[in-house]
């Protein structure tokens, strides 16, 4: 199993910026694919940014620009910084692992952008 725990969510006003952080513990050897995700109300999930081990970084259109995933290995934490945000960013951003063993999948965390 992998499990996930996510943090760095909150209130922000439009224009501002947030990081959120997704550290994995478990059997993090398996995992080949970090991600996440965010479902705002009576929407469905959608991807945000992912990368893929050994490859490069792939982003929704509505947050390029303004949205970089990375990964520090040795704390096996992947992190979305968001800037330049806007209220349709608003959402519950989960954290999101492929691994041989399965996708498993943070609690999420609550972004809230609004004046």
């Known amino acids: 199993q992998v499990q996930l725990v996510e943090s760095g969510g909150g209130l922000v006003q439009p224009g501002g910026s947030l990081r959120l952080s997704c550290a994995a513990s478990g059997n993090i050897f398996t995992i080949y694919r970090m991600g996440w995700y965010r479902q705002a109300p009576g929407k469905q999930r959608e991807l945000v940014a992912a990368?893929?081990?050994?490859?490069?970084?792939n982003y929704a259109d509505s947050v390029k620009g303004r949205f970089t995933i990375s990964a520090d290995n040795a704390k096996n934490t992947v992190y979305l910084q968001m800037n330049s945000l806007k209220p349709e960013d608003t959402a519950v951003y989960y954290c999101?692992?492929?691994?041989?063993?399965?996708?498993?999948w943070g609690q999420g965390t609550q972004v809230t952008v609004a004046s």
């Open positions: 990368m893929a081990s050994g490859g490069g970084p």
């Open positions: 999101h692992v492929m691994s041989r063993l399965g996708a498993f």
